[in-house]
């Protein structure tokens, strides 16, 4: 069974930094095509994501939002890390991971399974 | 970035019911689409990827289908627990990969 879990704090004052963990289990980071996704969604809206890494340490960045994250893993701990710096009001929302998996007998890849998300409020 | 539409953004029907959404992408990103299902205060849910394959575990009424800019989600008989948001996602652009706004499906 595969399963992913966010955890971080709940509450962030303006300009601080964000860091959630994100801690998965039944599959390896390490495995070819596989990679760990950070995704948010503001209460109300639409789906936004934000970051990518794959099994090979490669990463992808929502371009809008580059400067501001930073992504890494540490594959012996099966844990995927998200910064987000200078934290605004409008970066509240729930955070959360998700596996990247890709077949190689269907394009393109998808995001399955998803933690159950982290709501993050930013708030002075 | 590619921009993800769907139509349309809230729908009503009833238990029974045949429903259609549909998702047009701003380019072609042709079978790199994927479907999710997300009830209230849940994580989001794969139903469809690819375009058209079903997601292991998950019902046949739901099915997909498009490739190009244009797609659909349908479900054939709508059950109560079926009610709840509908996103679709593409997959062909990873700068960034992008969503569409959502259809709310309710009774």
């Known amino acids: 069974q595969i399963t992913l879990k966010e955890s971080g704090p709940t509450l962030v004052k303006p300009t601080q930094t964000l860091t959630l963990t994100c801690t998965f289990s039944g599959f390896s980071l390490s495995t070819n095509g596989v990679g760990v996704a950070w995704i948010r969604q503001p209460p109300g809206k639409a789906l936004e994501w934000l970051a990518l890494?794959?099994?090979?340490?490669?990463?992808r960045y929502r371009p809008s939002l580059k400067s501001r994250l930073t992504i890494t893993k540490d594959t012996s701990k099966n844990q995927v890390v998200l910064t987000m710096t200078d934290m605004d009001p409008v970066d509240t929302a729930t955070y959360y991971c998700?596996?990247?998996?890709?077949?190689?007998?269907?394009?393109?890849?998808?995001?399955?399974?998803w933690g159950q998300g982290t709501l993050v409020t930013v708030s002075s | 970035d590619i921009q993800m539409t769907q139509s349309p953004s809230s729908l009503s029907a009833s238990v029974g019911d045949r429903v259609t959404i549909t998702c047009r992408a701003s380019q072609s990103i042709t079978s790199y689409l994927n479907w999710y299902q997300q009830k209230p205060g849940k994580a989001p849910k794969l139903l469809i990827y690819?375009?058209?394959s079903l997601q292991s575990g998950v019902p046949s009424r739901f099915s997909g289908s498009g490739s190009g800019t244009d797609f659909t989600l349908t479900i054939s008989s709508l059950q109560p627990e079926d009610f709840a948001t509908y996103y679709c996602?593409?997959?062909?652009?990873?700068?960034?990969?992008?969503f569409g706004q959502g259809t709310k499906l309710e009774i």
């Open positions: 690819a375009a058209s």
């Open positions: 998700a596996r990247r998996y890709v077949s190689g007998l269907t394009p393109g890849s998808w995001f399955d399974p």
């Open positions: 996602q593409q997959s062909y652009s990873s700068l960034p990969y992008t």
């Open positions: 890494i794959y099994w090979d340490d490669d990463k």
